[in-house]
């Protein structure tokens, strides 16, 4: 079993800077990919970013090109996501994800942490 936390989460002006971060631990840590996702109060979850483990190809989703970065550091087993330009709509809470080689779905998730951007 993986076990995933994610940090970085909190409140921000419109315009400002978070970095969360997903530290993971337990099992044997070999992801295929990495994502981050988030989901708003009332609606369903969406992707934010999701990367490669091994040759670090990236996706993002179209609302957050050009504004949010998704990296990783293998020797430290986590997972980040730089966010710059904070808009109030990019309001939710983030949660990390593990997908495992041969794997059809997101198998392993963090708790989440919210990130709120103020207007």
């Known amino acids: 079993q993986v076990q995933l936390v994610e940090s970085g989460g909190g409140l921000v002006q419109a315009g400002g800077s978070l970095r969360l971060s997903c530290a993971a631990s337990?099992?044997?840590?070999?992801?295929?990919?990495m994502g981050w996702f988030r989901q708003a109060p009332g609606k369903e979850r969406d992707i934010v970013a999701l990367?490669?483990?091994?040759?670090?190809?990236?996706y993002y989703a179209d609302y957050v090109k050009g504004r949010f970065s998704i990296s990783r550091d293998n020797a430290k087993a986590t997972l980040y996501l730089q966010m710059n330009s904070l808009k109030p709509e990019d309001t939710a809470i983030y949660y990390c994800?593990?997908?495992?080689?041969?794997?059809?779905?997101?198998?392993?998730w963090g708790q989440g942490t919210q990130v709120t951007v103020s207007s």
């Open positions: 337990g099992g044997s840590f070999s992801p295929f990919t």
């Open positions: 990367i490669s483990w091994v040759g670090g190809r990236t």
């Open positions: 994800a593990y997908r495992s080689f041969g794997a059809s779905e997101y198998e392993y």
